[in-house]
């Protein structure tokens, strides 16, 4: 199974696309491609030959070149540029025969068709045009020729047929006048040229507009730096970041983009990660810190060991995570697809009967009437803006996600964000923070803080739970020694016991001191009131003797409770579950204002919650960040996954919270709904451009009020409405988290 890019030339609209995606599907071992009109490019998964799959595109009457590195992007790039000053150019050149021409006819300055020198001057004015029809239009032709020899039709299909007859017909009566009424003897070559300069530079303008769309990816790929400082055989030297290995020490100097992912060995920093994270705040690095590729060293140098390179940092996954998303379509957009693969031929059958009808219903002049409204129906009516209505909004919608750190895999994920109406927060690691600390501690009889902490960290200190954790780390940050033990046991579910420098020490639950006859009375009531704050209170008791309560607490994210508030404002329903008791549940519960919660809930009943809250007719986002979240991840409408949390929680998952919060799901929510909003302004402003324009263009105003829409007219509206779908889509850019989130 191989995974690779393709640039895709050639494609002008949803005809196109459709064309390109059968030409990929027909190659065997394909297992699923990805086609995005707005970014021209491929994306294709499966065991197949690439030279194969090239050639197939080619066949169809399109180029492909297999894209391999930032490099090839670039060359994209620079490829697209110079077709844009290309359609520029062509565009100009078609416009200084065809503007004269017009405004020429329009002051009837040309000579009558009538007489032998008005033939043998639109006669030289034919030739002309012809060489600037093909010199400005030509890849229109040669496109509806490939499209043709495929048994396909597409834009091009519409604007050559459109205008080649218009010439054609010009033509015709230039040679022999006397083939129509004098009446009709109107040429149109100067609408065939119009219309080829409208349309070539308003594939120029949307070209343009559409490379804004990829300003996202582009970032990103800016963020890696080209070279980094390796440190081999004693010596600093720049290398190319592709010669970097993994396991190799790389220093980096304050002010440098830190060029691979890896740990910190030695020194400390503080690194800005806001482009990973859209967190704006730095974060502090110390040796044994993870620190990742594309972000920026702010203060100190440091060194560190390369962990991963090539596609394997976190920042190449991060491209191709958003990249994938760009390609994929939302139902919505499968559905514009589908009407936009059929809309030419529906056309092409449309122009056909408009043809009919005038040269039939017309009483004079029927042949020009029917050529004119023939030839506006098919330039009016090309599908671009409906090809381009959805993935243009997916694109930029995806970057924008992409820049507040929030990681959106597929455009499926993308609209259905917006939609719900419920959410599960998993508590531990997703409201906390997931590393529980000491929070007090009550010392009675004659013991001192530091005794008890020094008996209950020497103690805990071969433990692996995280509230032993909590205990020994508060030790060490006091610079307490540690004593060996003796006679160690643990008791599931109640706590530990050992000799500590002589001493029997006991440390757990009530229900510990009670098995071993210890009395507690005297902290029950400190031990009641701390649990019901959410804290969890562990007894000490030395030689049998109550000696102190420790309180460990797992702390409340800074931002939990804000997010919480913003989803209510969105009328969303919040739901907590977790696997800690009842009295820390509701202690959280009631701190945050949370809608429902579900204690003492079993990792494999976290999924038949979610299910639970779907047959209820909620739509539910799950938001969680451990292993034992994947399934109820899998199963919601939407899974979030906290980006700080375990690979298969990521991996199931359809949202990825790169820096943690749950503001990132008010602000995946806030940017579905923008973007899904703006796919609909698109697809609208398509349907009611082509559904108004089509019966304008067929004449069905002209028996109302004499009035027939120009050609020229019919060109400069269709390159516009791309235009506007594209410029439409690009506002998604101006996106702005709302005031709860900044």
């Given at each position: 199974?191989?995974?690779?890019?393709?640039?895709?030339?050639?494609?002008?609209?949803?005809?196109?696309?459709?064309?390109?995606?059968?030409?990929?599907?027909?190659?065997?071992?394909?297992?699923?491609?990805?086609?995005?009109?707005?970014?021209?490019?491929?994306?294709?998964?499966?065991?197949y030959?690439t030279?194969?799959?090239?050639q197939?595109?080619?066949?169809?009457?399109?180029?492909?070149?297999?894209?391999?590195?930032?490099?090839?992007?670039?060359?994209?790039?620079?490829?697209?540029?110079?077709?844009?000053?290309?359609?520029?150019?062509k565009?100009?050149?078609?416009?200084?025969?065809?503007?004269?021409?017009?405004?020429?006819?329009?002051s009837?300055?040309?000579?009558?068709?009538?007489?032998?020198?008005?033939?043998?001057?639109?006669?030289?004015?034919?030739?002309?045009s012809?060489?600037?029809i093909?010199?400005?239009?030509g890849h229109?032709?040669?496109?509806?020729?490939?499209?043709?020899?495929?048994?396909?039709?597409?834009?091009?299909?519409?604007?050559?047929?459109?205008?080649?007859t218009?010439?054609?017909?010009?033509?015709?009566?230039?040679?022999?006048?006397d083939?129509?009424?004098?009446?009709?003897?109107?040429?149109y070559?100067?609408?065939?040229?119009?219309i080829?300069?409208?349309?070539?530079?308003?594939?120029?303008?949307?070209?343009?507009?559409?490379?804004?769309?990829?300003?996202?990816?582009?970032?990103?790929?800016?963020?890696?730096?080209?070279?980094?400082r390796v440190?081999?055989?004693?010596?600093?030297r720049?290398?190319?970041?592709?010669?970097?290995?993994?396991?190799?020490?790389?220093?980096?100097?304050?002010?440098?983009?830190?060029?691979?992912?890896?740990?910190?060995?030695?020194?400390?920093?503080?690194?800005?990660?806001?482009?990973?994270?859209?967190?704006?705040?730095?974060?502090?690095?110390?040796?044994?810190?993870?620190?990742?590729?594309?972000?920026?060293?702010?203060?100190?140098?440091?060194?560190?060991?390369v962990?991963?390179?090539?596609?394997?940092?976190?920042?190449?996954?991060?491209?191709?995570?958003?990249?994938?998303?760009?390609?994929?379509?939302?139902?919505?957009?499968?559905?514009?697809d589908k009407?936009?693969?059929?809309?030419?031929?529906?056309?092409?059958?449309?122009a056909?009967?408009?043809?009919?009808?005038?040269?039939?219903?017309?009483?004079?002049?029927?042949?020009?009437?029917?050529?004119?409204?023939?030839?506006?129906?098919?330039?009016?009516?090309?599908?671009?803006?409906?090809?381009?209505?959805?993935?243009?909004?997916?694109?930029?919608?995806v970057g924008?996600?992409?820049?507040?750190?929030?990681?959106?895999?597929?455009?499926?994920?993308?609209?259905?964000?917006?939609?719900?109406?419920?959410?599960?927060?998993?508590?531990?690691?997703?409201i906390?923070?997931?590393?529980?600390?000491?929070?007090?501690?009550?010392?009675?009889?004659?013991?001192?803080?530091?005794?008890?902490?020094h008996?209950?960290?020497?103690?805990?200190?071969?433990?692996?739970?995280?509230?032993?954790?909590?205990?020994?780390m508060?030790?060490?940050?006091?610079?307490?020694?540690?004593?060996?033990?003796q006679?160690?046991?643990?008791?599931?579910?109640?706590?530990?016991?050992?000799?500590?420098?002589?001493?029997?020490?006991?440390?757990?639950?009530?229900?510990?001191?009670?098995?071993?006859?210890?009395?507690?009375?005297?902290?029950?009531?400190?031990?009641?009131?701390?649990?019901?704050?959410?804290?969890?209170?562990?007894?000490?008791?030395?030689?049998?003797?109550?000696?102190?309560?420790?309180?460990?607490?797992?702390?409340?994210?800074?931002?939990?409770?804000?997010?919480?508030?913003?989803?209510?404002?969105?009328?969303?329903?919040?739901?907590?579950?977790?696997?800690?008791?009842?009295?820390?549940?509701?202690?959280?519960?009631?701190?945050?204002?949370?809608?429902?919660?579900?204690?003492?809930v079993?990792?494999?009943?976290?999924?038949?919650?979610?299910?639970?809250?779907?047959?209820?007719?909620?739509?539910?986002?799950?938001v969680?960040?451990?292993?034992?979240?994947?399934?109820?991840?899998?199963?919601?409408?939407?899974?979030?996954?906290?980006?700080?949390g375990?690979?298969?929680?990521?991996?199931?998952?359809?949202?990825?919270?790169?820096?943690?919060?749950l503001?990132?799901?008010?602000?995946?929510?806030?940017?579905?709904?923008?973007?899904?909003?703006?796919?609909?302004?698109?697809?609208f402003?398509?349907?009611?451009?082509?559904?108004?324009?089509?019966?304008?263009?067929?004449g069905?105003?002209?028996?109302?009020?004499?009035?027939?829409l120009?050609?020229?007219?019919?060109?400069?509206?269709?390159?516009?409405?791309?235009?506007?779908?594209?410029?439409?889509?690009?506002?998604?850019?101006?996106?702005?988290?709302?005031?709860?989130?900044?």
């Open positions: 199974m191989k995974k690779q890019r393709f640039s895709i030339g050639g494609m002008m609209c949803a005809g196109c696309l459709a064309s390109v995606e059968k030409a990929l599907a027909s190659v065997d071992g394909v297992e699923s491609s990805f086609v995005n009109l707005a970014e021209h490019t491929a994306q294709v998964e499966g065991n030959s030279e194969q799959l090239i197939s595109v080619v066949d169809a009457g399109y180029q492909a070149s297999l894209l391999k590195s930032a490099e090839d992007d670039a060359q994209k790039e620079v490829a697209e540029l110079a077709y844009y000053r290309s359609l520029l150019k565009s100009l050149l078609a416009a200084l025969l065809g503007v004269p021409l017009f405004i020429l006819g329009m009837a300055l040309l000579p009558d068709l009538n007489t032998t020198q008005g033939q043998l001057v639109w006669f030289v004015i034919g030739i002309a012809a060489l600037i093909w010199f400005s239009g229109f032709y040669s496109g509806a020729w490939k499209a043709f020899k495929n048994h396909n039709a597409n834009m091009d299909t519409l604007i050559t047929l459109g205008t080649a218009a010439w054609l017909f010009s033509m015709a009566i230039t040679i022999s006048p083939w129509v009424p004098s009446l009709a003897r109107h040429a070559f100067e609408a065939a040229v119009i080829i300069a409208l349309i070539n530079f308003g594939s120029a303008l949307e070209m343009r507009a559409r490379g804004k769309t990829s300003e996202a990816i582009r970032r990103l790929i800016g963020l890696q730096p080209k070279t980094a440190i081999r055989n004693g010596k600093e720049d290398v190319p970041i592709t010669e970097v290995g993994l396991d190799e020490t790389l220093r980096v100097r304050p002010g440098e983009k830190i060029p691979l992912d890896g740990i910190v060995i030695d020194g400390q920093s503080t690194v800005d990660e806001s482009m990973l994270t859209g967190e704006p705040m730095p974060v502090e690095k110390k040796t044994g810190d993870q620190v990742v590729g594309g972000s920026i060293n702010k203060s100190g140098s440091f060194l560190f060991q962990k991963g390179i090539g596609s394997e940092t976190a920042l190449a996954r991060i491209i191709e995570l958003v990249r994938k998303a760009q390609n994929s379509k939302p139902a919505i957009g499968r559905l514009a009407i936009s693969a059929v809309f030419v031929p529906t056309v092409l059958i449309i056909i009967l408009t043809f009919m009808l005038w040269f039939n219903l017309a009483t004079e002049m029927r042949l020009s009437y029917a050529l004119v409204t023939t030839m506006t129906v098919l330039i009016i009516a090309c599908p671009c803006a409906l090809g381009l209505a959805t993935p243009i909004s997916v694109m930029v919608g924008k996600a992409a820049e507040f750190g929030v990681l959106i895999r597929n455009g499926e994920a993308l609209q259905q964000a917006g939609k719900l109406n419920a959410v599960v927060l998993d508590k531990t690691g997703t906390t923070r997931g590393q529980p600390v000491l929070n007090s501690l009550l010392c009675y009889a004659a013991w001192q803080p530091d005794q008890i902490l008996y209950a960290a020497s103690i805990e200190a071969g433990s692996e739970h995280p509230l032993a954790e909590a205990i020994v508060a030790a060490k940050e006091k610079g307490l020694t540690l004593s060996p033990l006679n160690f046991e643990s008791i599931a579910g109640h706590g530990v016991i050992a000799v500590v420098d002589g001493q029997s020490v006991l440390l757990g639950n009530s229900a510990l001191m009670r098995e071993n006859k210890v009395d507690i009375t005297a902290a029950e009531s400190a031990a009641q009131e701390l649990a019901q704050q959410a804290q969890t209170p562990v007894f000490v008791a030395i030689e049998r003797q109550l000696a102190g309560l420790i309180s460990i607490a797992d702390p409340l994210k800074e931002d939990s409770a804000q997010a919480i508030n913003s989803l209510h404002k969105l009328g969303i329903k919040v739901i907590m579950l977790t696997g800690d008791n009842s009295h820390t549940a509701k202690a959280v519960a009631d701190q945050l204002n949370i809608d429902e919660y579900f204690a003492e079993l990792p494999q009943h976290k999924e038949q919650k979610v299910a639970l809250l779907q047959s209820q007719g909620y739509l539910v986002g799950m969680g960040d451990g292993i034992n979240d994947a399934p109820a991840l899998a199963r919601a409408d939407v899974g979030f996954a906290i980006g700080s375990t690979d298969v929680a990521i991996e199931s998952a359809d949202v990825t919270l790169m820096h943690g919060s503001n990132g799901v008010v602000d995946a929510i806030a940017i579905s709904k923008a973007t899904v909003r703006n796919i609909k302004q698109n697809l402003g398509a349907f009611i451009y082509n559904s108004l324009g089509i019966p304008i263009a067929a069905v105003l002209f028996p109302l009020m004499g009035i027939l120009n050609p020229m007219i019919a060109g400069a509206a269709m390159a516009m409405s791309s235009l506007t779908v594209v410029s439409n889509a690009n506002r998604l850019r101006l996106f702005r988290r709302s005031g709860a989130n900044e």
